[in-house]
Nanobody
Framework: QLQLVQSGGGSVQPGGSLRLSCAASGFFRDHYAIGWFRQAPGKEREGVSSISTINDKAYYADSVKGRFTISCDKARDMVYLQMNSLKPEDTAVYYC??????????????????WGQGTQVTVSS
């Protein structure tokens, strides 16, 4: 059974950096995109960033553009989210996800059928 396994995250002060990793063995072959969502307390899960497994085209939510960078290492089946200039509003549980649909919407949770276990990111002084 395919699984997305996350690592990274933690607590950091505003302006700091963190990197999230997602082990995605098997997903590059069978899925069209791998990405990151986040969910803050009392809020809906939202798409943060995603990357196409076909052409490496990246998507970023407006709130993270210029601060976050998604990358992948297909030889190692890994996807990374480098988060710089972190803000308190970035505090959330972050989830790695994969979509099997060629017309996936990077913001539509229902288009993503595989999920990592989630990891907490806390930005606070």
């Amino acid at each position: 059974q395919l699984q997305l396994v996350q690592s990274g995250g933690g607590s950091v002060q505003p302006g700091g950096s963190l990197r999230l990793s997602c082990a995605a063995s098997g997903f590059f072959r069978d899925h069209y995109a791998i990405g990151w969502f986040r969910q803050a307390p009392g809020k809906e899960r939202e798409g943060v960033s995603s990357i196409s497994t076909i052409n490496d085209k990246a998507y970023y939510a407006d709130s993270v553009k210029g601060r976050f960078t998604i990358s992948c290492d297909k030889a190692r089946d890994m996807v990374y989210l480098q988060m710089n200039s972190l803000k308190p509003e970035d505090t959330a549980v972050y989830y790695c996800a994969a979509s099997p649909y060629s017309d996936y919407d990077p913001n539509k949770v229902i288009d993503w059928n595989s999920w990592g276990q989630g990891t907490q990111v806390t930005v606070s002084s």
